[in-house]
């Protein structure tokens, strides 16, 4: 019952993004300068003097190069699914985590996670198909922050070490 669920769970998710990613772009700095950043990264790995064009070009986030390398074309349309790969992650170990704290009657975590889950929600899931790195930081931080709630009692070199990641990589 719990496979199944999770298995469900896991795929409406990538059912939703999938759709959210096939959908035209709104994100206004991909418009701007994420996908055309991209395109250099892709095409020009090393251009010397491109932030001369544009400064947004000079001062780009390395979420980019994983962007460039998990993107693909389909029919003339660009498909970053990065976003929506972390996106689909980090809802499913927020649903896990209020199935978890439900199991155990833990309603302050329980209702923490789901305004988390629902903030996630309403503020990321039109944002699924742009590369922006903003959306990779957000979800790196969160998962820091369920990482140090559920190891705050009993801290490990793991949880230490993937926490101090997760940040710098934020």
């Given at each position: 019952?719990?496979l ?15 759709i ?11 418009l ?5 950043a ?8 090393v251009?010397p003097?491109l932030?001369?064009?544009?400064t ?16 693909f074309?389909?029919?003339g349309?660009i498909?970053?699914p990065?976003?929506?790969i ?22 302050l975590?329980q209702l923490?996670?789901?305004i988390?889950?629902?903030t996630?929600?309403?503020?990321y899931a ?10 990779a930081?957000?979800?790196f931080?969160?998962l820091?922050?369920?990482?140090f ?5 009993k801290?490990?070199?793991?949880s230490?070490?993937l926490?101090?990641?997760l940040?710098?990589?934020?």
């Amino acid at each position: 019952s719990t496979l199944k669920s999770s298995i469900l769970l896991i795929s409406s998710l990538c059912v939703l993004f999938a759709i959210a990613g096939a959908s035209q772009i709104t994100y206004k700095d991909t418009l701007v300068y994420h996908t055309q950043a991209i395109n250099w990264i892709q095409n020009f790995p090393v251009i010397p003097g491109l932030g001369n064009i544009h400064t947004r070009f000079a001062y780009n986030s390395h979420m980019f190069l994983a962007s460039a390398a998990s993107s693909f074309s389909f029919k003339g349309v660009i498909f970053y699914p990065l976003n929506s790969i972390l996106l689909v992650f980090l809802i499913n170990n927020l649903a896990n985590q209020i199935k978890e704290n439900f199991i155990k009657n833990n309603f302050l975590f329980q209702l923490t996670y789901s305004i988390i889950l629902a903030t996630v929600l309403i503020l990321y899931a039109f944002w699924a198909n742009t590369p922006s790195p903003d959306i990779a930081i957000s979800v790196f931080t969160i998962l820091g922050f369920i990482i140090f709630w559920k190891n705050f009692e009993k801290p490990n070199l793991w949880s230490i070490t993937l926490l101090v990641a997760l940040v710098f990589m934020s």
